[in-house]
């Protein structure tokens, strides 16, 4: 297994390109105290990520819970889109454990991007003929990336023109401190927005006084510059 790992990371370090290792950490917040404090950047970018993640997406599961152990983003990335890859060819019973496989390592899916790039395919596609519960779980975790794993699997839910649960979570979480989870609220109620505006207007005629102003800006982004002057006045 250890042999295994240490194969696909010598792959990825193939991909190495010493400007964005250089730039990666402060993109990501790598500092003392910031969201992304103390992660390791080996400086490859995703799609060559995605090759590698394509090339092993059959390892078991043994395998990629030790590439989430990496110090290496990247190589917890290539952990994630192995699964991604393995969930989109897999039949029902093989995505729930998939899915419950990614439930169980969500401690190791720290970073905005790690969830972004794999929560909407695995969370919330099985979530689409599942129950939801799942979903409020996370949202009440006391992780931050938990909780983005809520919000953010909910996308998929919404391209189906679902919007329940992306309305109950914005509700839960409205008064989120936390600049990362304000911009994804923002940014999923907008994607609704995209399909029903009238259902965001609803919304925001309820909760714009009171939401944070970041996730008000992202949620209003695709509304005409009056009508977002009219609701950041409020």
């Known amino acids: 297994m250890i ?15 010493p400007v964005k290792r250089k730039y990666l950490p402060k993109f990501f917040k790598t500092g003392v105290g910031q969201y992304g404090e103390g992660d390791k950047f080996l400086g490859v970018v995703v799609p060559n990520t995605r090759i590698v993640a ?11 819970a030790e ?36 439930l169980s390592q969500t401690a190791r899916i720290n970073n905005w ?35 983005r794993i809520a919000v953010v ?16 979570i914005a509700e839960l979480l409205l008064y989120h401190k936390h600049d990362l989870m304000q911009k994804a609220i923002g940014w999923m109620l907008r994607e609704m927005g995209k399909r029903d505006r009238d259902l ?16 008000l800006r992202y949620a209003i982004e695709k509304f005409s510059e009056s009508e977002r002057k009219e609701f950041m006045k409020r």
Not at 116 to 142: Q, W
């Open 3 to 17: 042999q295994k790992v240490n194969e696909i990371q010598k792959e990825l370090e193939q991909y190495i390109d």
């Open 200 to 215: 965001l207007i609803q919304f925001l005629e309820k909760y714009s006084k009171v939401m944070p102003r970041t996730m």
């Open 153 to 168: 699997s909910t996308y998929t839910l919404i391209k189906n023109d679902d919007f329940m649960d992306i309305l109950a």
């Open 113 to 147: 991007d790690l969830v972004d790039l794999s929560a909407p395919t695995i969370v919330g596609e099985y979530m689409k003929n599942n129950s939801r519960e799942i979903l409020y779980s996370l949202a009440k975790s006391h992780l931050l990336w938990d909780q």
């Open 67 to 102: 590439l989430l152990q990496s110090e290496w983003h990247e190589c917890r990335l290539c952990a994630l889109l192995m699964l991604v890859e393995r969930f989109k060819k897999s039949e029902e019973k093989k995505k729930k454990e998939i899915f419950e496989f990614y």
């Open 54 to 64: 394509k090339k092993h997406k059959h390892e078991p599961f043994e395998v990629i």
